[in-house]
């Protein structure tokens, strides 16, 4: 039972565009997400969070927005740069129980063109 | 500040054997998790540690086991190593009280 789902497991854009990338989740238990970007042969690395209580949340380039009522969260790099190029992870967390236990979608591999 | 650092980097076992993985975490946190990296699992927590308790357990066999000592540093063991461990393994360490983890670079485990 795959409780975060990313249905992306890949997403091409050209340098200067918007990339969004995509994640649902299935567990109401969730208030706490995340969005990780991986480089092969290293650990992700944190980008941006969110907490249940907000629907928004920027952070430079990158926004990541929630719908609660719909279970699903995005990612928005504005502009994509090619150095994004990487592997990207949502996370879920039920924060009242423990922040480190994570679980992690499948991962999305960004590519930006240049 | 220095980052979490996992020890060794790359080690090969054989079947059967066991093996420990060593993590240090950012200097101040006192929370420190486990994850295995599998290409057809992904990513999957395995268990997580706060001032030497274990506070949550992933859905893994007996097999896989942890520790914390006073200093946060956490190690994690696998006895009677098969096949399909073989992955990544990461650990994350973080402030108690927020849900940002910091990950290491990981330990690549190959069991032939």
């Known amino acids: 039972d795959q409780q975060v789902k990313q249905n992306s497991p890949s997403l091409s854009v050209q340098e200067g565009r918007i990339s969004i990338l995509n994640c649902d989740y299935t567990n109401s238990m969730f208030d706490y997400f995340l969005w990780y970007k991986k480089y092969p042969a290293e650990g992700p690395t944190f980008l941006i969070s969110i907490s249940s209580i907000k629907d928004k949340n920027e952070d430079g380039r990158f926004t990541v927005f929630l719908n609660k009522s719909a279970k699903h969260l995005s990612l928005h790099i504005v502009p994509s740069q090619p150095g994004d190029s990487a592997v990207y992870f949502c996370?879920?967390?039920?924060?009242?129980?423990?922040?480190?236990?994570?679980?992690f979608g499948q991962g999305t591999i960004l590519t930006v063109h240049p | 500040k220095a980052g979490v650092t996992q020890t060794p980097r790359y080690l090969i076992k054989t079947r059967g054997q066991q093996v420990t993985l060593s993590c240090s975490p950012i200097s101040g946190h006192r929370s420190v998790s486990w994850y295995q990296q599998t290409p057809g699992q992904g990513l999957q927590f395995l268990f997580e540690?706060?001032?030497?308790?274990?506070?949550n357990k992933g859905n893994f066999p007996g097999r896989f086991s942890g520790r914390q000592f006073s200093n946060s540093r956490s190690e994690m063991n696998v006895s009677t190593l098969e096949l399909g461990d073989s992955a990544l393994y990461l650990c994350?360490?973080?402030?108690?009280?927020?849900?940002?983890?910091?990950f290491g670079e990981g330990s690549r485990l190959t069991v032939l």
């Open positions: 994350a360490s973080s402030l108690p009280s927020t849900g940002e983890l910091f």
């Open positions: 996370a879920a967390s039920a924060a009242t129980t423990s922040y480190g236990k994570l679980t």
């Open positions: 540690y706060f001032s030497e308790t274990q506070r």
